[in-house]
């Protein structure tokens, strides 16, 4: 037996103001799109908006149901929005942002499991990085330059 270790390479910043312009660009539009989301039962929204390589940019938030495994989170909303409709162009970065109206977050929040997974998919499709950006209401914001820096041991499609 040996014991191994998996490091996650991570870039902390102390505020928005840090980013790179194109960045705090995609940061503000990720906070307005969470502004947006529908999260009546939660009351915890989340904003995510992906940079493509034109430019572009794609935006989702969470979309709760009352039948609650109906809704669909932030992340994967804004990447099958992008899937959908501009099935070829590379995504080059992601930035998350959340707001609770029950407490104020001001830590940095990750993308869940299921996204991550999602994630992965379009990363490895597409065969370049996608850069994610993830912050709270406030407070700092974490950068990962690759979805599989937050999936390591991750299950894709060369095992099928
Ligand atoms: N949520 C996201 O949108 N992204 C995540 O990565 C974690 C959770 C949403 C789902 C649900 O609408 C609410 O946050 C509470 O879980």
Do not use: H
């Amino acid at each position: 037996m040996k014991k191994q270790k998996i490091e996650i390479p991570l870039e902390v910043f102390e505020a928005v103001s840090e980013l790179p312009i194109d960045i705090q660009e995609l940061m503000n539009k990720a906070q307005q799109a969470r502004e947006n989301a529908y999260a009546p039962y939660s009351r915890f929204r989340v904003g995510a908006a992906l940079q493509l390589s034109s430019g572009k940019i794609v935006l989702g938030n969470n979309q709760e149901n009352a039948a609650f495994p109906s809704g669909l989170c932030a992340e994967r909303v804004a990447v099958f929005n992008a899937g959908a409709n501009f099935p070829n162009e590379i995504i080059t970065a992601l930035a998350i942002t959340v707001r609770s109206e029950n407490k104020k977050i001001s830590e940095a929040i990750a993308p869940c499991g299921a996204c991550r997974q999602s994630l992965a998919e379009y990363e490895q499709k597409q065969k370049s990085p996608i850069e994610i950006y993830f912050m709270g209401e406030t407070g700092e914001i974490i950068k990962v330059a690759s979805v599989m820096d937050l999936l390591p041991l991750g299950f894709d499609a060369k095992y099928l």
